[in-house]
């Protein structure tokens, strides 16, 4: 498109939250044929609330339990931790960032500390191996979608069960994409049950439903799209998400809740963190590519 038309819709999208950078942007946009949606903190609001906190076996009782993981967690900005520490506090548990010693993130995964001496995982069942858990009892009555898993000696702990909810806006921006002709699919890397209750919440709205997935598989995912489906828009919010951001034809990150490398390495940062602004921009960029000659 002309210079002029490319800054006058630059422009205009930035005064709607979109920034865009660059009008090779905006012509990649114009010719999205799939979007690729992260679940938490995109298509979710990324706020969860703590449906159930157990203490596992005798070793840790429940209150010393909620201080270790309210603390480590206090070191992580992944949505959980926030609603954890959350949690802790309204249990008149304060949790000390302080105490964490060796603190590491899994990406994908959870997360571990050191904490009264202690080494804490805390995250999905990956992280059980990854503390080398090797028997786990079977606890299926955890209330909330997510469940968290925590453990400390090679053994399990505790449980926690966790629920976000749905934006207002992701079920109908994925219905208006389509209605534009553009596919969408999720790419999470929570449970299987937590990706189909998204679904199910969204109405069903999505093509495919991807889950259980480490930053590397997003990345894998986004190639095969383009490889099938053609031109692919990625959007998510963590930095899991940045790797996929990047390989994507364009990507967008949430402005608000997003992390910093996931801003740095997208294309587009929705500063409204409103996904109804995608099909927005998308509609801009055509018309814009439309002006031209
Ligand atoms: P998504 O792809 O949906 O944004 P993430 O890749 O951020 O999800 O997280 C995947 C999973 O890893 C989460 O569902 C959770 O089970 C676990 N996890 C990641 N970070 C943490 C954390 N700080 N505390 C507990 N669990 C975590
Ligand atoms: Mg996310």
Redesign the pocket.
Known sequence: STPVATFCALLKAARTGLLIKGGDVLESLAGIKVAAF?????ISS?EFSVAEFRAIGERVPRHQLLNWVSSVESRSSH?MAAALVDYARSNSVEPNSENVMEFQIYPGEGIYGEIDGQGVYIGNRRILSRASCETVPEVNDIKGVTVGYVACNKELVGLFGLSDVCRTGSAEAIRELRSMGIKSVMLT?DSAAAATYAQNQLGNVLAEVHSELLPEDKVRIVDELKARDGSTLMI???M??APALARADVGVSMGVSGSAVAMETSHVTLMSNDVRRIPKAIRLARRTRRTIV
């Open positions: 992260d679940k938490t903190g995109t990324g949505p890397g998510g919010d963590g899991n998400d």
